[in-house]
């Protein structure tokens, strides 16, 4: 009768069940030091199986294998006629494997419209040691239920339940937020201190023509329109107090509108030049030279996105406007300069600049759904043919805001694009064909599309017709919202 082999030892064997991520690498190591590694048999399950000898050690790398248990025997026969029947130095080691993920199952949430809503989830989870979202652990009750209210709406996050053995199962949470209806208009810091502007805004909005304000921020200048409390607002002297932000917010809320704080980013002259004088050049976007590049819109206008304390800055002011209630943020100018890349230099910067731009708005997405709006980009209209020219990468930026906002004002197309021949005057065309493509390249992502249109003149006068066509439009291409821009803060409807 055979006696249990000992005397040999085996390394490689993961304490406890093996999971698939450990079994398809798994590496069994039989120390035959003393012995003749050469003369070695083994066995898996009571099969032979061959193993490689490297120096004292012969290795066995079983490949995938079956759940279940699972028996290794090592053994060194003795010499004479005997030979495997006499019992050598060896060793048996059993272990188990379970390569089954858990399960998990989701009960969708009901959607909501705001990241200042609650949001509870529920579902069942089984097979599982625990449970978690993001860094929240799931309290599952002995059937595998649970039930979690978040703060907000979970943009991005999955359950992720892990077993005994390892096996992990990454659900994504269908994110239930929807962004509300948009009919926006386009004003000024200054426009909402003139009273008369403010005025004719808001009696758009009593003649219900319009459901949300967009107010900037932080404008073309640099200049921040409120009385900003981020220290490098303070610091650099672009806070100012032109609005009252919480009283206009208040104002606005009590007629029941939405308010969009546009963040004009990286085109910022006042922190640029006041960086500059500081000795913090590597803020500044800067010429082969070392000397900050200047471009249409001056001598230094833009701050270098590649930066962490430019970028810090801008998801300050975002996160401060949140906060005063603010509904929505919408950061402009995100990207870099026009014209010839290879003259502009980013100090500090380690990926492509269209890389960079779209990880800005990964980065500042949760803090600005944390305090509770939505993040929305402005970008060119010609981002969706030709990203490189400005760093705005269409489906890559998408997939970290709520929509995207295309500027598709008629008058800055080219004669010919999408087919127009002559955009400015088929106002209706060129918007229609140019939202097609957007809503293309934000297939896949949760974004919505949200566009700008004209309603200023530029080479063809612009009035109520002419503002309705592109209305419809966005109407005709299935979208319900849109944003208008008048730099004079007068509108046609």
């Known amino acids: 009768m055979r006696t249990k082999p000992e005397g040999l030892a085996v390394t490689g064997l993961p304490d406890g069940v093996i999971g698939a991520a450990a079994s398809t690498g798994l590496e069994l190591r039989v120390d035959a030091r003393g012995h003749d590694p050469q003369a070695m048999r083994l066995e898996l399950d009571g099969a032979p199986v061959t193993g490689t000898v490297e120096g004292d050690t012969v290795v066995y790398r079983p490949g995938p294998l079956a759940d279940g248990n699972h028996e290794l025997t090592a053994e060194i026969p003795r010499g004479g006629p005997l030979g495997w029947l006499r019992a050598g130095p060896g060793v048996v080691r059993g272990f188990t494997v379970d390569t089954a993920p858990p399960a998990v199952e989701l009960i969708a949430p009901a959607p909501v419209t705001s990241y200042r809503q609650p949001v509870t989830l529920r579902g069942r989870v089984t097979g599982a040691q625990h449970a978690s979202i993001g860094a929240e652990p799931l309290a599952l009750a002995p059937d595998g239920t649970f039930e979690i209210t978040l703060p907000r709406a979970p943009v991005g996050a999955s359950v992720v339940a892990v077993d005994a053995a390892g096996n992990t199962t990454t659900t994504p949470i269908t994110a239930p937020i929807r962004v509300p209806r948009i009919r926006a208009v386009h004003v000024t810091a200054h426009a909402w201190s003139h009273e008369g502007l403010r005025e004719g805004v808001l009696d758009l909005a009593r003649a219900g023509r319009i459901d949300t304000v967009q107010l900037d921020i932080k404008d073309e200048d640099g200049v921040v329109g409120y009385d900003s409390q981020v220290p490098l607002a303070r610091e650099s002297g672009a806070a100012t107090g032109i609005y009252d932000a919480p009283a206009a917010l208040r104002q606005l809320h009590d007629m029941g509108l939405r308010v969009v704080g546009r ?13 500059w004088r500081a000795g913090r050049t590597d803020w500044v976007i800067q010429n082969p030279a070392g000397q900050p590049y200047s471009s249409q819109y001056g001598p230094i206008a833009f701050t270098n996105f590649a930066n962490p304390e430019i970028r810090r800055y801008n998801i300050d002011l975002a996160v401060e406007a949140a906060k005063l209630g603010f509904d929505e943020i919408m950061y402009d100018y995100i990207r870099r300069p026009d014209g010839d890349e290879s003259r502009m230099l980013f100090p500090g910067a380690t990926v492509d600049a269209t890389v960079s731009i779209a990880d800005f708005l990964r980065e500042s997405g949760d803090p600005v759904h944390d305090a509770g709006a939505f993040q929305s980009a402005a970008v060119f209209g010609i981002a969706s043919t030709r990203p490189e020219q ?11 805001v709520d929509y995207v906002a295309p500027m598709l004002y008629p008058s800055h197309w080219n004669p010919g694009e999408y087919g127009v021949a002559n955009p400015n005057g088929q106002p209706y065309d060129i918007i229609l064909r140019s939202l097609a493509d957007f809503q293309k390249q934000t297939e896949g992502t949760a974004a919505k599309v949200v566009p700008w249109l004209q309603d200023f003149s530029l080479g063809v006068n612009y009035g109520p017709a002419e503002v309705q066509a592109q209305i419809d439009a966005a109407a005709a291409a299935n979208i319900d919202s849109y944003f208008l821009w008048s730099p004079t803060v007068s509108y046609h409807l």
Do not use: K, S
């Open 263 to 275: 963040i004009v980013a990286f085109r910022d002259p006042t922190v640029a030049e006041w960086a």
């Open 390 to 400: 400005i760093a705005q990468d269409i489906p890559l930026m998408a997939r970290y």
